[in-house]
């Protein structure tokens, strides 16, 4: 069992930076891969980053590499997302997940899910 709180969303400039926050509550928090995803209104859910249980492995949609950053602290079994050079593309409420043991681009791996917090893009 799991519980995920997503927190750190707002309304931001585009160039501007986020930096998100998801504490998970669970026993076996640093046995298991944390994720990001995100939804925007009318697409599907989508993949956006991942860390293994190390946080030294760490994959990228190909839509945010190189300006988005995934980390963990398993002493304080929390993910992280630092978004930088934030895009009116970026806007989607973002969902942290977990309870798989290999990081996974795909949601259907992910047990536990966040139920997400708002990030708006806008000038």
């Known amino acids: 069992q799991a519980q995920l709180v997503e927190s750190g969303g707002g309304l931001v400039q585009p160039g501007d930076s986020l930096r998100l926050s998801c504490a998970v509550s669970?026993?076996?928090?640093?046995?298991?891969?944390l994720a990001w995803f995100r939804q925007a209104p009318g697409k599907d859910r989508e993949f956006v980053a991942a860390?293994?249980?190390?946080?030294?492995?760490?994959g990228y949609a190909d839509s945010v590499k190189g300006r988005f950053s995934i980390s963990r602290d398993n002493a304080e079994k929390s993910v992280y997302l630092q978004m930088n050079s934030l895009k009116p593309d970026d806007t989607a409420v973002y969902y942290c997940?977990?309870?798989?043991?290999?990081?996974?681009?795909?949601?259907?791996?992910?047990?536990?899910w966040g139920h997400g917090t708002q990030v708006t893009v806008s000038s």
């Open positions: 997940a977990t309870g798989t043991p290999i990081p996974s681009s795909t949601a259907r791996h992910y047990v536990y």
């Open positions: 669970a026993r076996t928090f640093s046995h298991w891969a």
């Open positions: 860390v293994g249980r190390s946080g030294s492995d760490a």
